[in-house]
C-alpha cells in the first residue's frame, strides 16, 4: 500500500449529518441558545449604554443614589439600580461579559494548543521524554492556583504601583499556565492509546515521518475531544478569572468585571438591602457557566454515543 493509495481514500462530507446530530440534542441546544444570549449581551454592551445613556465608568450620584447616598433601586433609568458609586448595575454587567470571555476565551485556547502538542510529543515518543514530561505535569499541577497566581500578578506591578503589562494579558497568560496541564494529561492518554493502533502502525510500515503521523493521523482523531474539554475547561477559567478580580489582584476597577462587581456588593454589605447590587453580575456569571457545561454535555454526549448511557 502506498502513499497515494492512502491519500485517495473516499472522504464523505460529514458535516451536515453533524450538525443533524448537534442539533437533535437538547442539551445541545440548550446550550447554545444560553451561551449565544451571552454572547449577545456582550455585543451588544455598547447599544445598551447609549440607549440607557450611562458609561460602565460613569458615575450619576444625584439620580442614582439617595439623600443617604444609598443606591436607589431597579427604574426605568436604571433597570438593576445602581452600586455605591451611583453607576449602572446594568451596564457594568454587560461589559463585565465582554471582560469574561475576552479573558476566558483565549486562555482556554492557549491552554488547550500547549497542552496539546507537549500531551502528543509526551505520548507518542513514550520511554524517557514521556516520564520526564509526565513528572513536569504533575509538578506543576501541585501548585495551588489562587497562592501562585497571586505571586505572579503581583510582579506585574511598577514602582508606582501601576501595571507594567496589560491586566487581561497578565491574567490570560496566568489562567492558561495552569490550564495547559489537564489538556496535556487528556491528549497523552488518547495518544498512548492510539500509538499501538493500526492507523499508526499502518503510516509507519509506509514509512511516513513521525510529524506527519502526529498532525495527520493521531491530531484529527483526538480534536474532537478536545474541542469538548475546551467548552468544559472555559466556564471553569471564567471563574478563576472572576476569582482573582474579587480578590483584587485581577481587573481593576473601575472597569466593571464580574469578580470585582461581586466584591465591591460584598466589601459594602449593600447587597443586604439592594440585592439588585450583587443579583447582575452573581447571576450573569452562573447563567454563563451553566450555558458552556450544559453544551460541553451535549457535545459530549454526540461525540461519545458510547458514554451515553
Given at each position: 500500500?502506498?502513499?497515494?493509495?492512502?491519500?485517495?481514500?473516499?472522504?464523505?462530507?460529514?458535516?451536515?449529518?453533524?450538525?443533524?446530530?448537534?442539533?437533535?440534542?437538547?442539551?445541545?441546544?440548550?446550550?447554545?441558545?444560553?451561551?449565544?444570549?451571552?454572547?449577545?449581551?456582550?455585543?451588544?454592551a455598547p447599544v445598551a449604554a447609549i440607549l440607557l445613556g450611562h458609561g460602565p465608568t460613569e458615575q450619576f450620584a444625584d439620580a442614582a443614589l439617595d439623600e443617604m447616598g444609598i443606591p436607589i433601586g431597579p427604574s426605568s433609568s436604571f433597570?438593576?439600580?445602581?452600586d455605591g458609586n451611583g453607576r449602572d448595575v446594568l451596564v457594568r454587567t454587560l461589559y463585565g461579559a465582554q471582560i469574561s470571555l475576552l479573558v476566558g476565551i483565549p486562555a482556554t485556547t492557549v491552554?488547550?494548543?500547549?497542552?496539546?502538542?507537549?500531551?502528543?510529543?509526551?505520548?507518542?515518543?513514550?520511554g524517557r521524554v514521556d516520564r520526564v514530561i509526565s513528572q513536569a505535569i504533575d509538578v506543576a499541577m501541585s501548585?495551588?492556583?489562587?497562592?501562585?497566581?497571586?505571586?505572579?500578578?503581583?510582579?506585574?506591578?511598577?514602582?508606582q504601583g501601576m501595571p507594567l503589562i496589560s491586566p487581561?494579558?497578565?491574567?490570560?497568560?496566568?489562567?492558561?499556565?495552569?490550564?495547559?496541564?489537564?489538556?496535556?494529561?487528556?491528549?497523552?492518554?488518547?495518544?498512548?492509546?492510539?500509538?499501538?493502533?493500526?492507523?499508526?502502525?499502518?503510516?509507519?510500515?509506509?514509512?511516513a515521518s513521525k510529524a506527519r503521523i502526529i498532525f495527520l493521523d493521531i491530531l484529527p482523531n483526538v480534536l474532537p475531544t478536545l474541542l469538548v474539554y475546551w467548552a468544559v475547561q472555559l466556564p471553569a477559567n471564567i471563574v478563576a478569572e472572576a476569582t482573582l478580580s474579587f480578590l483584587g489582584v485581577g481587573i481593576q476597577a473601575p472597569v466593571p468585571s464580574w469578580g470585582n462587581m461581586i466584591a465591591e456588593a460584598q466589601r459594602t454589605s449593600l447587597y443586604q438591602d439592594q440585592p439588585w447590587f450583587l443579583a447582575g453580575p452573581g447571576l450573569a456569571?452562573?447563567?454563563?457557566?451553566?450555558?458552556?457545561?450544559?453544551?460541553?454535555?451535549?457535545?459530549?454526549s454526540?461525540?461519545?454515543?458510547?458514554?451515553?448511557h
Open positions: 500500500m502506498s502513499v497515494d493509495l492512502l491519500d485517495q481514500r473516499p472522504v464523505r462530507n460529514l458535516t451536515p449529518r453533524f450538525l443533524a446530530r448537534l442539533w437533535r440534542e437538547r442539551s445541545v441546544r440548550v446550550g447554545l441558545t444560553i451561551v449565544g444570549l451571552v454572547l449577545a449581551a456582550a455585543l451588544l433597570p438593576l439600580g445602581a491552554a488547550m494548543i500547549i497542552g496539546t502538542l507537549i500531551g502528543m510529543v509526551s505520548g507518542f515518543l513514550a501548585f495551588p492556583f489562587v497562592v501562585t497566581a497571586l505571586s505572579l500578578l503581583s510582579l506585574n506591578r511598577g514602582d487581561i494579558l497578565v491574567i490570560i497568560l496566568v489562567i492558561a499556565l495552569f490550564s495547559w496541564t489537564y489538556f496535556a494529561r487528556l491528549t497523552r492518554g488518547m495518544v498512548l492509546e492510539m500509538r499501538s493502533g493500526p492507523m499508526v502502525e499502518a503510516s509507519l510500515v509506509i514509512g456569571l452562573f447563567v454563563t457557566v451553566v450555558g458552556f457545561n450544559t453544551l460541553s454535555s451535549g457535545l459530549r454526540v461525540l461519545d454515543p458510547h458514554g451515553r
